[in-house]
Antibody, heavy 125, light 106 residues
Framework: QVQLQESGPGLVKPSQTLSLTCTVSGGSISGGAYYWSWIRQHPGKGLEWIGYIYYSGTTYYNPSLRSRVTISIGTSKRQFSLKMSSVTAADTAVYYC?????????????????WGQGTLVTVSS | DIQMTQSPSSLSASVGDRVTITCQASQDISNHLNWYQQKPGKAPNLLIYDASNLETGVPSRFSGSGSGTDFTFTISSLQPEDIATYYCQQYDNQYTFGQGTKLEIK
């Protein structure tokens, strides 16, 4: 059973960089028809996809956040990370990491099948 | 950007009721539409993928239909454990979610 767990500071000052790590257990980031995504949810609001990374290092970001976001894979191949620069109060949200599957039994699909529990990041001085 | 519009934003129903939520895409997305359930304080959980395919382990009272721009999510007989917020999500062009439908028991 794949499990994902977010970790990182719960409080970040405005204009600084938010850094989160997602640790994957019960599986590896390497190979397979999976992307590894970050998604956030503003308090009491809906969900916003931030971006994903493939095990090869290929990334794809939400255009609205692209200039401030970097997603990378850790050397252990069991972690991937999110960095978001120049944060403001508008970046206060619960941040989720998730596995994204793109093929099931030879059929193309695209959905988020495993999620971390989420971590609240508050941007405040 | 593809915008996803869900309706209603909230609804109240009785146990045993048939519940329907709609999701409209701002452009044709074929069947590239998933549905998730989110309970308070928890991560979303996939229920339906590709508009009408039930994820393994999900009760058969949940179903989805539609293609193009108009989609429907149905709970055939509402159970107390179905209290949650439901989101549609398109993956035709990037990934965007509907604003959610909060379901309560009457």
């Amino acid at each position: 059973q794949v499990q994902l767990q977010e970790s990182g500071p719960g409080l970040v000052k405005p204009s600084q960089t938010l850094s989160l790590t997602c640790t994957v257990s019960g599986g590896s980031i390497s190979g397979g028809a999976y992307y590894w995504s970050w998604i956030r949810q503003h308090p009491g609001k809906g969900l916003e996809w931030i971006g994903y990374i493939y095990y090869s290092g290929t990334t794809y970001y939400n255009p609205s956040l692209r200039s401030r976001v970097t997603i990378s894979i850790g050397t252990s191949k069991r972690q991937f990370s999110l960095k978001m620069s120049s944060v403001t109060a508008a970046d206060t949200a619960v941040y989720y990491c998730a596995r994204q599957i793109t093929m099931v039994r030879g059929v193309n699909v695209d959905y988020f099948d495993y999620w971390g529990q989420g971590t609240l990041v508050t941007v405040s001085s | 950007d593809i915008q996803m519009t869900q309706s209603p934003s909230s609804l109240s129903a009785s146990v045993g009721d048939r519940v329907t939520i709609t999701c409209q895409a701002s452009q044709d997305i074929s069947n590239h539409l998933n549905w998730y359930q989110q309970k308070p304080g928890k991560a979303p959980n996939l229920l339906i993928y590709d508009a009408s395919n039930l994820e393994t382990g999900v009760p058969s009272r949940f179903s989805g239909s539609g293609s193009g721009t108009d989609f429907t999510f149905t709970i055939s007989s509402l159970q107390p454990e179905d209290i949650a917020t439901y989101y549609c999500q398109q993956y035709d062009n990037q990934y965007t979610f509907g604003q959610g439908t909060k379901l309560e028991i009457k």
